[in-house]
């Protein structure tokens, strides 16, 4: 059990962090905020006004289109006592040139935080290099560390616990992947994954994930096999087969992915009362049948929910 003293140095301790990938954050850490996040969802369901962050201001960087980011967020600001700028690539220079340190130097010079969802990875870094505010990745081609929060408070609130828990990915090695790996592995979780062939999680963020797990009880196998992933799972999750920025691979990765749809046939293999999960927006009848992801193990808007507890939590702890 966490001491009062520990959770104060804690809090301590991430004021002016940035957010940009679990890999960054202890397991403590992580716990915290997701401690906090149960606790400022339990604030907002009774209605109790908590504004720790009353007249700052947040800069949200949008290269990719969005619904529970964008709401999220933004809501969850204005929650928190502040305010949040929607700020689109056609927006700001960004888009037209400048480089992102002179981008990065010019907000930190309005603002009190900023959040970036984008492309290339290395825009979230070099944002964060650039800034003297706190930087928050809501989403990369390498990460997704904000939705990796919410699914695991999602968990905690449903399974009453983490460390030990069976979850089970099944599809591409993409962002999502990647932060729900790392996330698992820093909560003492087992973590498998199958994809098809050439589309795996990325090797270095496996064995950095391996590497965490080494530290906390959890496990990480990557396999090829779905049903091997699934035996014995209590959490099940999917995600699209073509994200953004993949499009124009649709059809090649139908053909791909055919064998890795989760459906009815292959949550058998999982526990009898697992929780499936799927970060959104989903293609039902690709990657997840309907009666899969609108049935009673699915668990989906409460995940999407939790995206505004757990970026509060984010945002209140670094800003």
Known sequence: MTSAANVEDIALQLKGRDFLGLSDYSPEEIRYL???AIELKRKKKAGEIYQPLKGKSLGMIFEK???????SFEVGMYQLGGQALFLSKNDIQMGRGETIRDTAQTMS???DGIMIRTFGHRNVVDLARGATIPVINALSDQSHPCQALADYQTVLEMKGKLEGLKIAYIGDGNNMTHSLMMGAAKLGMHFTTASPA???PAEN???LSKDAAELTGGRVDVLRDPREAVEGADIIYTDVWASMGFEEEQKVRELAFKDYQVNEELVQYAKSDYL??????AHRGEEVSEGVIDGKHSVIFDEAENRLHAQKAVMAAIM
């Not at 289109?65 to 709401?71: D, E, G, L, V, Y």
């Not at 499936?276 to 927006?281: K, N």
């Open 276 to 281: 499936f999960m799927h970060c959104l927006p």
């Open 205 to 207: 963020i496996v064995q």
């Open 65 to 71: 289109s969005s619904t529970r980011t964008r709401i």
């Open 198 to 200: 050439g589309y795996e």
């Open 34 to 36: 997701l401690d906090l």
């Open 109 to 111: 010079r309005y603002l």
